[in-house]
T-cell receptor, first 112, second 111 residues
């Protein structure tokens, strides 16, 4: 099993550009999450999903949108990137809501 | 609101010395508690977790943590540090679907 994979690994955007980050898991997990990691702030939850077709806002959802059209995939979109969105983005999944989360390797995004 | 505090953003220990990383949380309900480790340029991976039952939890790589409800703490320890333990460590509390992470503690191991 590949576990949780993220595409791309690195990306540089200009302010105002848009992009989509893809997260895929092959563990048949119901729950999926998007976090951003910034120095000294730990991981902050952006959006999460408790099942195919459902999404919910986390702690820092502004400027991001998500979709969960297939159980194995969870997409994170930036419609108009801003320098404040420069960060490392991690996707995670879990079988149940209180179970262990499995993390992807991360996407390093720089917005100029 | 739920929160997690990790005392010390950076901890240095000598190889072979005791590792103690502190974590305190606030939660209005009995939480699930986790410690994750992050090696450079990698995602997080689970070290150990507390759900219910025995309050002393053993994890991978010789780490363990003790849940103390009266102190709302979940400190991580390892009797003897190895060079390979150098990493970022995150404490997390999970009162519901959402997980709340602490800010992290960077552990350095000095030869």
């Amino acid at each position: 099993n590949a576990g949780v994979t993220q595409t791309p690994k690195f990306r540089v955007l200009k302010t105002g550009q848009s992009m989509t980050l893809l997260c895929a898991q092959d563990m048949n997990h119901e729950y999926m999450y998007w976090y951003r990691q910034d120095p000294g702030m730990g991981l902050r939850l952006i959006h999460y999903s408790v099942g195919e077709g459902t999404t919910a806002k986390g702690e820092v959802p502004d400027g991001y949108n998500v979709s969960r059209l297939k159980k194995q995939n969870f997409l994170l979109g930036l419609e108009s990137a801003a320098p404040s969105q420069t960060s490392v983005y991690f996707c995670a999944s879990s079988y149940q809501g209180t179970d262990t989360q499995y993390f992807g390797p991360g996407t390093r995004l720089t917005v100029l | 609101a739920q929160s997690v505090t990790q005392l010390g953003s950076h901890v240095s220990v000598s190889e072979g010395a005791l590792v103690l990383l502190r974590c305190n949380y606030s939660s209005s309900v009995p939480p699930y508690l986790f410690w994750y480790v992050q090696y450079p340029n990698q995602g997080l991976q689970l070290l150990l977790k507390y759900t219910t039952g025995a309050t002393l939890v053993k994890g991978i790589n010789g780490f363990e943590a003790e849940f103390k409800k009266s102190e709302t703490s979940f400190h991580l320890t390892k009797p003897s540090a190895h060079m390979s333990d150098a990493a970022e460590y995150f404490c997390a509390v999970r009162p519901s679907v959402k997980v709340i992470f602490g800010p992290g503690t960077s552990l350095s191991v000095i030869p």
